[in-house]
């Protein structure tokens, strides 16, 4: 007679693994070869998750992190032990810091020899725990659906972020009975960002919040990441739309009120946080973006909404806090207030937004070659759809692009984000397509931010992923460049060499390459590119003498 341990099926760790993943809804892994990871490729194959393999270990990571943005669901990646998760951590100190849900799987050394000196062997779980939420190694194969269930429901709290397990060698390619494996995958996380537990719409905090909007002249909104993984784009919205509150948008809240809004405002902004007397800053630290908490007038009261408590102490003092669920605490700000009289306020600052808009017109229609990267933006705009993917991955060319590119709907701009990481780029890009076929994505890359995944064009190529990348090849790290200059009058270390025909290495890695010298070149060029049925890169000559004007730097 067989006994009940025999009668349970015997499944490797690694199928447990791709099972957890499933159970969470992975559809795609993130990955680049390594023998470590074998039993995690061999059950996920068995369990229908399709394996996408990349060129550099930062791609397969900084991919699991675009997945997150675009899907607002955990990515996924797994590398391979010591360098493999050492080239991944650049993405996770950068997932950290946007609250992107990721899980970065690692290989590692058999356990049985930790010690001895194996090939690759090194103790991944101290240097990467300051940059993620969670980080085990799992004792037995048996330990392992837990980790992964527990690194899963570690990345969704909020606030959200990326989490780590690592898989001994022995302990990943043993088996263990399928059914010790019995995990509950929704233990402890709702939707993204969402913490159904806190109800911040009553108590001290919001209370007071609403006692401040009812006074309110002035109000503004100036919202951040954590409304968009925080799912609070459409009481953002009824908020505005019912106080007639302006609103100002960074990081990937951009889109969650669309551009095109009568209450959207980009160019206003220095006049609208400093005239404001009260402000709600909502999903968003006052960081070196908002000038630590300066970008407000001295007088403006802060109200400070968050999907969780914040993970630093303010810059500055706040007049009022509401932390947990975003979508509740907006929702009960619109009932408490009911409604307030803004005209006058929204009148002035449509004046000064229509007035600065029109002063960028003659920008935007330069005949310059090499071209000034505002020229191309527009014509870049006018092949754009509205629910276009975005990326930016450069310097001075994106941040143009952030300025004066249009952003629609939620999930749709992605930039590095305040890690400030070149070369996150491809990986985003690969991730949004393979998440989005039917939408354009568009990869907006300096020359030198191309030099750190230029080869992901292999990538996206053998994965017949057709994004359209477009270059502003300046010939120099600008953002650098031209800051060292104003500083000591000469600048090392800051140029590249001109002209470099990206766009051959582009179509000798598989893909459709176009150089552009001049205005008249950009139109059609996109348009081949975006009907290339290949992964597409135009090759943009830029003026190197273009500075982006920015006021801060590095503080
Ligand atoms: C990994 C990494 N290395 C270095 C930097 C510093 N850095 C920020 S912008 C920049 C210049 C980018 O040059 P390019 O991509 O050509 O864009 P441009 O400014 O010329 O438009 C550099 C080197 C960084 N942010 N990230
Ligand atoms: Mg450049």
Redesign the pocket.
Known sequence: MPTDAQEQTQLHGGRHVARRLKAHGVTKLFTLSGGHLFSVYDGCREEGIEIVDVRHEQAAAFAAEGWAKVTRQPGVCALTAGPGVTNGM?AMGSALQNHSPMVVLGGRAPAFRWGQGSLQEIDHVPFVRPLVKYAATPTSTAEIPQLVDQAFAAAMRPHTGPTFVDLPLDHVFMEAPEEDMAADPTAGWGPTGVDAAASPSTGGGFERAAALLRDAERPVIMAGTNLYWGHGEHELRALAETLGIPVFLNGLARGCLPADHELFFARARSTALKGADVALVIGVPMDFRLGFGGAFGDETEIVAIDVAEPERSHPRAVAAECYGDVGSTLSGLREAVGSLDTREWVGTLREVETEKRAAEEELFTDERAPLH?MRLYRELAGVLDRNAIVIG???????YAGRVLDTYEPGCWLD?GPF????CGTGYALAAKLAHPDRQVVLL??????G?SGMEFDTLARHGVDVVAVM???G??????HPMEFLYGYSVAAD?RPETRYDQLVEALGGHGSLVRTPAEVRPALERAFSAGVPALVNVL?D?TVA?PRSANLA
């Open positions: 650049s990267p991955d450069g310097g001075d060319f994106v941040s590095p400030g990481c070149l070369g890359q300096g020359d030198g931010a191309f750190f502003g090849n300046n120099i790290w600008g953002l650098e460049k590249l830029t190197p982006y």
